[in-house]
């Protein structure tokens, strides 16, 4: 079982670059999120889409924007990578009810030089 | 205040030993609880749900006080391969969000 895959699994960019981080999910869940993670940070939500059709906003979305190209679909771009982007990207997956955990990626490695 | 703070540790323990993990949640309308497991960076991985009742799986206890909005951790017979981030993580109910604690680290040695 795929469960939540990611790609890339690293990348290294210049500062100022682009690009885009691929997540799906075969578990045919209505929800996807995004997070980072940073030493000392713990897991911070940057956008979530409920169900398919909708995104918002979490605790730091500022320079990245998503696009939930289908039920199985969420990407997250980086239009101008900067340095302070540099971390440790996760995707999620969940049913959209209460009582449902979160099931993540294996993580996307970001290096912004 | 954070919204979920946990024992900052990290707990360094012999093999067999028990150890309990603590967690505070703010926000009372919280509905659901979970405990994740992280190893070295990896993904999270989900631990156990925690039931307003207390649930047990093998080793593993949670336990949930929403009166003190405290969620508990406790593993029995330390395993070395226990040694992992422990993240307390809440759902405050608003649209499938989940808040996550920075975590615990636990060290199981010989």
């Known amino acids: 079982n795929a469960g939540v895959t990611q790609t890339p699994k690293f990348q290294v960019l210049k500062t100022g670059q682009s690009m885009t981080l691929q997540c799906a999910q075969d578990?045919?869940?209505?929800?996807m999120y995004w997070y980072r993670q940073d030493p000392g940070m713990g897991l911070r939500l940057i956008y979530y889409?409920?169900?398919?059709?909708?995104?918002d906003k979490g605790e730091v979305p500022n320079g990245y924007n998503v696009s939930r190209l289908n039920k199985r679909e969420f990407s997250l771009r980086l239009e101008s990578a900067a340095p302070s982007q540099t971390s440790v990207y996760f995707c999620?997956?969940?049913?959209?009810?209460?009582?449902?955990?979160?099931?993540f990626g294996d993580g996307t490695r970001l290096s912004i030089l | 205040r954070k919204e979920v703070e946990q024992d900052p540790g990290p707990f360094n323990v012999p093999e067999g030993a028990t150890v309990a993990f603590n967690c505070t949640y703010s926000?009372?309308?919280?509905?659901?609880f979970f405990w994740y497991r992280q190893d070295c960076r990896k993904e999270p991985k989900l631990l156990m749900s925690?039931?307003?009742s207390g649930n047990e799986d093998g080793r593993f206890t949670a336990q949930l006080n929403r009166a003190s909005q405290y969620i508990s951790l406790l593993i029995r017979d330390s395993k070395l391969s226990d040694s992992a981030t422990y993240l307390c993580?809440?759902?405050?109910?608003?649209?499938?969000?989940?808040?996550f604690g920075q975590g615990t680290e636990l060290s199981v040695k010989p």
């Open positions: 925690v039931y307003s």
């Open positions: 889409s409920a169900s398919e059709g909708t995104t």
């Open positions: 999620a997956s969940s049913e959209v009810t209460v009582d449902q955990p979160q099931h």
């Open positions: 926000n009372s309308a919280s509905q659901s």
């Open positions: 993580v809440v759902n405050p109910n608003q649209g499938g969000k989940l808040i």
């Open positions: 578990m045919n869940h209505n929800s």
